[in-house]
């Protein structure tokens, strides 16, 4: 146990060089500061990017017929609604379907032509692509049943048509035919266009376009099943009942996102790593100036050493004083660093744009607590074992 008297000789030894003692703390200021940045920017990015692509989905299956380039495909090879319903009705764990078509449109609006992608879709879509719903609603059963010529548009081509006006129950004329506007959305996470949904998509119900095209089959294809651990197995079940349900020789792309979700898990935790040992590297060499400044110390204070050891001190006495002094340093250097290391992400935030928050995780805080006091008293124990090891007669003729 440290003793009263040894604590009260360690504070006044770090009282009497203030300078030297701060300079020596601020390498494990930093180096535990960033520990807490590391971790918490590791975190929240991997947070983040998981976040972007479980937004599209992470239990989303996706599938299409194979296409030749300049190749028409065979009807009987196209996927049809009736493939939709065996799929959902053969595996358990798909709990719902959509089914997509793109065409090429032009919306005229006031006399003004606009290019535009026409999209239809069926009733489960916007379940499981997270479309957000801005103003208006999405389309009901009346409006699938009954081939109602309503639609939705992207927020984008709103103000780009509309501007401030209200779009909703607007007309607007599609190639040869009037809808009115039922709806604006976006999509819950910007695909930055890699989906069906662009910055000027018009979505109109698949059950009309199949009408007025005469054209029964998909161009894209959704199944959601109920967790993420069944999507594996349900994308080659998906598989097995598209080949098995149309003529030899019909080819599918069936795909899920379990595969960039592994591979963004792998990159996250490998960036983390990098960070957290260049963090550690800061906090190894704050300890070896830890150790070096302490060994200068136990040279210059060989006569106090000498004069306490000859009054009585033992030599435990002076190795746990010694201990402590470099033990005070790097914690209070580490409580210091914990808490400009909290401050900074709460200072950026408002500066952060969008709705990213950078929490800051107890376990930051709880590993740069631990590692950098206890580098204090790792890198303490040589200066503090060679100053118990001094011999008293030869301490008191130094100098």
Request: proline share 4%.
């Amino acid at each position: 146990m440290v003793g009263k008297e040894t604590f009260t000789v360690a504070i006044d030894a770090l009282r009497a060089n203030k300078l030297r003692a701060f300079l020596t703390m601020l390498g494990v200021l930093i180096g535990s500061a960033c520990i807490v940045l590391v971790v918490t920017i590791s975190m929240t990015g991997r947070q983040y990017i998981l976040g972007l692509i479980e937004g599209v989905g992470s239990n989303i299956i996706f599938a299409s017929a194979l296409r030749s380039p300049g190749r028409a495909t065979a009807l009987s090879y196209e996927i049809t609604m009736d493939d939709l319903t065996a799929i959902q009705n053969n595996i358990p764990a798909v709990v719902v379907v959509a089914g997509t078509r793109e065409l090429d449109a032009s919306i005229v609006v006031n006399g003004i032509e606009h290019p535009a992608s026409l999209l239809g879709v069926t009733k489960g879509y916007q379940e499981i692509r997270h479309l957000v719903i801005l103003s208006g609603r999405y389309f009901d059963d009346d409006d699938m049943m009954l081939r109602n010529k309503v639609c939705l548009i992207t927020e984008d081509l709103s103000k780009k048509v509309f501007g401030n006006q209200n779009p909703f129950g607007q007309p607007i004329k599609l190639n040869e035919l009037t809808f009115t506007v039922v709806g604006v959305f976006r999509e819950r996470v910007d695909t930055f266009g890699q989906t069906e949904v662009q910055r000027n998509t018009v979505v109109i119900p698949f059950t009309l376009m199949e009408y007025y095209t005469e054209e029964h089959y998909f161009t894209g294809t959704y199944f959601q099943t109920a967790t993420a651990d069944q999507v594996a197995p349900a994308t080659e079940r998906v598989e097995q009942i598209l080949v098995g349900r149309h003529p030899q020789g019909a080819a599918f792309t069936v795909k899920n996102l379990s595969g960039i979700l592994s591979v963004a898990r792998e990159i996250s935790n490998a960036l983390s790593i990098i960070l957290l040992l260049i963090a550690l590297i800061a906090l190894i060499v704050s300890g070896i100036g830890i150790m070096n400044i302490m060994l200068v110390t136990v040279t210059e204070r060989t006569r106090e050493i000498g004069i306490r050891r000859a009054i009585g001190a033992r030599r435990k006495e002076i190795l746990y004083q010694f201990l402590l002094e470099s033990s005070l340093i790097s914690g209070v250097g580490a409580v210091l660093g914990v808490f400009a290391g909290i401050s900074i992400p709460v200072l950026v935030q408002p500066l952060i744009p969008g709705n990213l928050r950078v929490p800051v995780p107890w376990i930051a805080v709880a590993v740069a607590l631990a590692v950098s006091s206890l580098t204090g008293t790792f890198f303490g124990y040589l200066p503090a074992s060679k100053a118990s090891s001094l011999q008293p007669t030869e301490s008191l003729r130094y100098e």
